[in-house]
């Protein structure tokens, strides 16, 4: 049973930037696709960004893309969300997931796997 741990969050002015980290363990990370969600107040948890096992495969919402880099280092257990010039609609608590698949999903319920979440704020 693999646990997830995200860490990085915080309050940030528009423009800036921020890394999320979540590291795993109890399990082989190295088998899991990994993926971001996140989750504004009053609205349903969204796809951020995921990549695949190996890391040659990458999906982005297109809210974020070009703004945020989703990486890992199965070395270290730990997938990345670099993310870029936010924006106050970029606030929400963030969450990171996993699932045992080669195929890289976008949906929630795909996901096994869950953190505790990170809050991002982006004050305007």
């Known amino acids: 049973q693999v646990q997830l741990v995200e860490s990085g969050g915080g309050l940030v002015q528009a423009g800036g930037s921020l890394r999320l980290s979540c590291e795993a363990s109890g399990g082989t990370f190295s088998t899991y696709a990994m993926g971001w969600f996140r989750q504004a107040p009053g609205k349903e948890r969204e796809f951020v960004a995921a990549?695949?096992?190996?890391?040659?495969?990458?999906i982005y919402a297109d809210s974020v893309k070009g703004r945020f880099t989703i990486s890992r280092v199965n070395a270290k257990n730990t997938v990345y969300l670099q993310m870029n010039s936010l924006k106050f609609e970029d606030t929400a608590v963030y969450y990171c997931?996993?699932?045992?698949?080669?195929?890289?999903?976008?949906?929630?319920?795909?996901?096994?796997?869950w953190g505790q979440g990170t809050q991002v704020t982006v004050s305007s």
């Open positions: 997931a996993a699932d045992r698949s080669l195929v890289v999903f976008t949906t929630v319920r795909e996901y096994d796997h």
């Open positions: 990549i695949s096992w190996t890391g040659a495969n990458t």
